[in-house]
């Protein structure tokens, strides 16, 4: 299993007031699923998302990434095991404004300590593999909206991720771009590449292998999308495969 969550909750306390922003999430993800979390605004998607990358820790509960428990590590070693499994893909891009596509998708490498030659030819490999191999010396202001994306999720991956996690990556794109990306997706999980992505259109959602639902912290559906294609009336096949969890 590559992602292991049992009973997580996270608390934000900010001054007098206390918000349970997770209120007792369990999920399993396995080897090359391609997963969307899908929910309105405010339900916790993010704060899901920053749990599984280890980009922050739980108030409670259990989590396994490819393994590892992540659980009472310092900043160092949760940076060590997100640096070692995780590909992150923001809304916004991130990148460097004054670096090249080229030096952005090498940083990752930069940090990793991998010499420059080497670090030069897989930016420039994940840079072709992405279809930007014409723009690798354009900064993220020379390029488009998709094709900034695009540079994103070529760095998400240089380090060969065990899992690429995905926030809002369409939601600062025109519904054509976004859609490119979301075809980038398929064709990486296609590949064999473990992929969660988040988001709140499930238009968008509905094209990964498997959609769970979030409502104010909680999983309240959980489909796979052979589940989704059959559930039409009489299909008993559709009602066994999916798992609904309705909580109060
Ligand atoms: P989503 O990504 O689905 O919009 P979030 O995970 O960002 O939802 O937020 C879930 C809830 O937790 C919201 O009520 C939000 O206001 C609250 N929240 C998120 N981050 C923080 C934080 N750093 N401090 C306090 N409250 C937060
Ligand atoms: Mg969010």
Do not use: W
């Not at 095991?81 to 004054?98: A, T």
């Not at 794109?173 to 980038?184: E, F, N, P, T």
């Amino acid at each position: 299993m590559m992602i292991e969550m049992r009973a997580i909750r996270k608390v934000y306390s900010t001054g007098r007031v206390e918000v349970e922003a997770l209120k007792g999430i369990d999920l399993d993800i396995e080897r090359n699923d391609y997963v969307a979390i899908v929910g309105p605004s405010g339900s916790g998607k993010s704060t899901l998302m920053n749990l599984l990358g280890c980009l922050d820790t739980p108030t409670s509960g259990v989590y396994r990434l490819s393994g590892e428990t992540v659980f009472g590590l310092d900043r160092n070693r949760l940076a060590e095991i997100r640096n070692r499994h995780v590909g992150f893909v923001f809304q916004n891009f991130n990148l460097l404004p004054y670096a090249s596509a080229l030096e952005n998708v090498e940083l990752p490498l930069l940090f990793g300590g991998v010499p420059t030659k080497q670090r030069r030819e897989r930016a420039k490999a994940m840079l072709e593999k992405v279809d930007l191999a014409d723009r690798m010396d354009h900064r993220p202001t020379e390029l488009s909206g998709g094709q900034m994306q695009r540079v994103a999720i070529a760095r998400a991956l240089v380090n060969e991720p065990a899992i690429v996690l995905a926030d809002e990556p369409t939601g600062n794109l025109d519904s054509a771009s976004g859609h490119g990306i979301v075809g980038l997706f398929r064709e990486l999980h296609d590949a064999g590449q473990t992929i969660v992505m988040i988001t709140h259109d499930m238009a968008l959602a509905s094209l990964a292998s498997r959609v769970v639902q979030i409502r104010d912290g909680q999983i309240v559906q959980d489909e796979r999308a052979a589940a989704r294609e059959l559930s039409r009336p009489g299909s008993s096949r559709a009602a066994r495969r999916s798992t609904t969890r309705d909580r109060p």
